[in-house]
Structure formats: C-alpha cells, structure tokens
C-alpha cells in the first residue's frame, strides 16, 4: 500500500509543528532506502520524514530550504514490529524516538512549510523509496510534543 495525500482544498497538518506517530514491520531483508512517512511542501526543500536505511536502520530526516540532515540512526532486527514517532517545530527542530527510545534531535532542521501539501505514507513525493514492510496506524498530532511525551507514543 502506497498512499499519497496531496492538498486539494485543505489539509489538517500544521505547517509549522507537528508529530506523526506510527506502527511499522521492519522489511525481512535491509533495504536500500525506503521511506515509511514523508510530510512537506512536494520536492526536496522542505519535507520531514521516517526512512529505512542500509544495514537494518531507522532513522528521521529534515530537510529546511534545500539543506538536509538525519537523525539516527537506530538498528533495528528484520521482520520486528516497532512504534516510530517524529516530531517538528520551526523553532526547536526534530524529534525521533523508536520503541520508547530516548528522545534524538536534530535542531539544525527546523521545517517551516509555507502550504503544507504532501503527505506521503510508504512513498516519497516523487513516488519513490516504497517499502517492503507493514505501516500500521499512523497518527497525527498538530503540535510539537515533549520528549516524554515523543517517548510515550512508541513504548
């Protein structure tokens, strides 16, 4: 399943704060890339994410006017189940926590989207990075929440 939601009159994401929480089966094998959720304007320049990366990894990304970076990344065991959420604010960066992790940030992105218009759940805004694995319930908060509470939603 590849869902992508692209704005048509209005979207309820927050363009400058938010938090997705999710449920994932890691792939059986490691992947090259595959992206589990993706959220931004529709290209490269501002977007925030959740990814599965080489040598059985997950990790969270931002990119701010053009300017990328990671944060992560964290092992994880094929074909596990694992709860995932991502956290942003234009003023503090992002948050990633997987299965009750402690809380890592990055707050050198700082996503602040003009018109949120994507919202990419198995695929990137090109359609690209499908994964080989299960995402199940995927929620959405429209604030930042506080590393206890990033936390809380994966334990």
């Not at 529709?42 to 080489?54: E, F, I, K, S, Y």
Request: proline share 6%; glycine share 12%; hydrophobic share 35%.
């Amino acid at each position: 399943l590849h869902l992508s939601i692209r704005r048509q009159r209005q979207m309820c994401i927050r363009d400058s704060s938010g938090t997705f929480a999710f449920t994932f089966r890691a792939p059986p094998t490691p992947p090259s890339t595959v992206i589990l959720l993706e959220a931004g304007v529709g290209d490269l320049t501002n977007r925030v994410g959740v990814a599965c990366g080489n040598n059985n990894t997950v990790y969270a990304y931002g990119t701010t006017n053009g300017a990328g970076g990671n944060v992560g990344p964290v092992s994880i065991t094929p074909g596990t189940t694992y709860k995932a959420a991502v956290s942003y604010d234009s003023a503090d960066g992002i948050r990633f926590s997987l299965n009750g992790s402690n809380v890592v940030k990055l707050a050198t992105q700082k996503p602040s989207f003009a018109e949120h218009k994507w919202l990419g759940i198995g695929t990137t805004n090109n359609g690209g990075g499908q994964p080989s694995c299960h995402i199940v319930g995927v929620r959405y908060f429209p604030q930042k929440l506080t590393d206890a509470e990033v936390s809380a939603l994966t334990a």
